[in-house]
């Protein structure tokens, strides 16, 4: 791990070590989530979640998101590990994180439940 990872930081692959933090807006790289309970574990043995942690590429995840949002609207990432609604025009199949599955009301960076690894 590149960095100090948290709950809802949006990673990339690269760096120093297997994953780092997106720091780039509409990062062509986006590659998952960091979260603390995946349905499913891969390489379980390869260290612990202070080295190695727990990333999800598919399913409903919390996402650290900045701005306001819709159901629906679609999530890229924004910098800084964190993500934020895209315009249509700025979505490309590289750059989608996901969905947001609820509203988002306020502006601040908040842990928001998403669906990621879907257009």
Same mark, same amino acid.
């Given at each position: #791990?590149?960095?100090?990872?948290?709950?809802?930081? %949006? /990673?990339?692959? $690269?760096?120093? +070590?297997?994953?780092? &933090?997106?720091?780039?807006?509409?990062?062509?790289?986006?590659?998952?989530? %960091?979260?603390?309970?995946? +349905?499913?574990? #891969?390489?379980?043995? !390869? $260290?612990?979640?202070?080295?190695?942690?727990? /990333?999800?590429?598919?399913?409903?995840? #919390? %996402?650290?998101?900045?701005?306001?949002? &819709?159901?629906?609207?679609? @999530?890229?990432? !924004?910098?800084?590990?964190?993500?934020?609604?895209? *315009?249509?025009?700025?979505?490309? !199949?590289?750059?989608?994180?996901?969905?947001?599955?609820?509203?988002?009301? *306020?502006?601040?960076? !908040?842990?928001?439940?998403?669906? @990621?690894?879907? &257009?």
């Amino acid at each position: #791990m590149d960095c100090e990872l948290t709950v809802g930081d %949006v /990673v990339k692959l $690269g760096g120093h +070590a297997e994953i780092t &933090k997106c720091e780039k807006e509409l990062d062509d790289a986006v590659f998952g989530v %960091v979260s603390e309970s995946p +349905a499913f574990l #891969m390489n379980a043995q !390869a $260290g612990n979640n202070d080295t190695h942690p727990m /990333v999800a590429l598919k399913g409903r995840v #919390m %996402v650290k998101v900045k701005g306001q949002g &819709k159901a629906g609207d679609r @999530i890229v990432s !924004a910098g800084n590990g964190e993500a934020r609604v895209a *315009n249509i025009d700025e979505c490309t !199949a590289f750059n989608t994180l996901g969905r947001l599955i609820k509203h988002k009301y *306020n502006e601040e960076t !908040a842990l928001t439940e998403c669906v @990621i690894g879907v &257009k």
